[in-house]
């Protein structure tokens, strides 16, 4: 069975760091690409970054962009999400989303992960 | 950057039949979009109903279907439970880039 725990939110200053991880289970972790999808209070879904399964390749929404790195860790089953210069606007539910591809050439999503809640306030 | 639109909200009778439309303010929606559609139950967390614009994931109910329909993607449902009363998401590519829409309220009332 499919797992994905994400890990890491919680409570951070304007201007401030925090790097979620997502520990991923029950399918093999390296042959598929990965995504963070984020979910502001009572708004929409945004896709925010993607990793392909060798983690050469990203993509950033512009909204993240130079403020945001993806990365993983194939021999830990671990994808994770360094952000830094954290504002209001990034206050979040954060989603982990298993990919049904290895390449983020075009966006592919099936297993979503319960999420894990950023909130940036002083 | 292209904007995939959704209706707001929409109302379906318990047993009825109700079409969800997504829209791209680029123009005319195409299986080069390979669209994707989503539900998120109140509460809960999303999960991926329709990819690559009408195939099912093994665990969507068969009362769902998509489609591209007058220049936009499709998702139908056909004989609405009350467990169907949920936002829908789509998704579109652009070049690469996946874009969601606003998402679409529905009732079954």
């Known amino acids: 069975e499919v797992e994905l725990l994400e890990s890491g939110g919680g409570l951070v200053q304007p201007g401030g760091s925090l790097r979620l991880s997502c520990s991923a289970s029950g399918f093999t972790f390296s042959s598929y690409a990965m995504h963070w999808v984020r979910q502001a209070p009572g708004k929409g879904l945004e896709s925010v970054s993607s990793?392909?399964?060798?983690?050469?390749?990203?993509y950033y929404a512009d909204s993240v962009k130079d403020r945001f790195t993806i990365s993983r860790d194939n021999s830990k089953n671990t994808l994770y999400l360094q952000m830094s210069s954290l504002r209001g606007e990034d206050t979040a539910v954060f989603y982990c989303v298993k990919a049904t591809r290895s390449d983020i050439s075009r966006p592919s999503f099936d297993y979503w992960g319960q999420g894990t809640l950023v909130t940036v306030s002083s | 950057q292209a904007v995939v639109t959704q209706e707001p909200s929409l109302t379906v009778s318990p047993g009825g039949t109700v079409t969800l439309t997504c829209g791209s303010t680029t123009g005319a929606v195409t299986s080069g979009h390979y669209p994707y559609w989503f539900q998120q139950n109140p509460g809960q967390t999303p999960r991926t109903l329709i990819y690559?614009?009408?195939r099912k994931q093994s665990w969507t109910p068969a009362r769902f279907s998509g489609s591209l329909l007058g220049g936009k993607a499709a998702l139908t449902l056909s004989g609405a439970q009350p467990e169907d009363e949920a936002e829908y998401y789509c998704?579109?590519?652009?070049?690469?880039?996946?874009?969601f829409g606003g998402g679409t309220k529905l009732t079954v009332l």
């Open positions: 690559d614009t009408s």
């Open positions: 990793i392909s399964s060798n983690g050469v390749r990203t």
């Open positions: 998704l579109l590519s652009y070049s690469g880039a996946g874009v």
